[in-house]
Nanobody, 129 residues
Framework: QVHLQESGGGSLQPGGSLTLSCVVSGRPSPRYCAAWFRQAPGKEREGVAFMFTGGGGKKFYADSVKGRFTMSEDNARDALYLQMSSLKPADTGMYYC?????????????????????WGQGTQVTVAA
């Protein structure tokens, strides 16, 4: 059974930084697709970053967060991280981590939430002056 638990959300002012964590209990496979999504009120869930874990592989980012967000993994701790800096009010939303064995293998599909099997409960990030 795969279980994801996010933490690290909070409220902060524009320009601030925050790091989100996601602990993955029960890997779906030795290596797997991992992604961060976010959802603002009244908007669809959107992909923020994704990677294929376990090999130091390339990370991919949405244009809106490139240069400001960094996704990483700690295999020893079965944890995923999303370091966020220069935060903007537009970054406000519920942030979710998601994993799947194959969702990101076709890069074009990696941003599709419905292709990810396992989800955390989310952690709220609010950026406001």
């Amino acid at each position: 059974q795969v279980h994801l638990q996010e933490s690290g959300g909070g409220s902060l002012q524009p320009g601030g930084s925050l790091t989100l964590s996601c602990v993955v209990s029960g890997r779906p496979s030795p290596r797997y697709c991992a992604a961060w999504f976010r959802q603002a009120p009244g908007k669809e869930r959107e992909g923020v970053a994704f990677m294929f874990t376990g090999g130091g592989g390339k990370k991919f980012y949405a244009d809106s967060v490139k240069g400001r967000f960094t996704m990483s993994e700690d295999n020893a701790r079965d944890a995923l991280y999303l370091q966020m800096s220069s935060l903007k009010p537009a970054d406000t939303g519920m942030y979710y981590c998601a994993v799947d064995t194959v969702a990101c293998l076709e890069r074009a599909n990696a941003w599709t939430p419905s292709l990810y099997t396992y989800w955390g409960q989310g952690t709220q990030v609010t950026v406001a002056a």
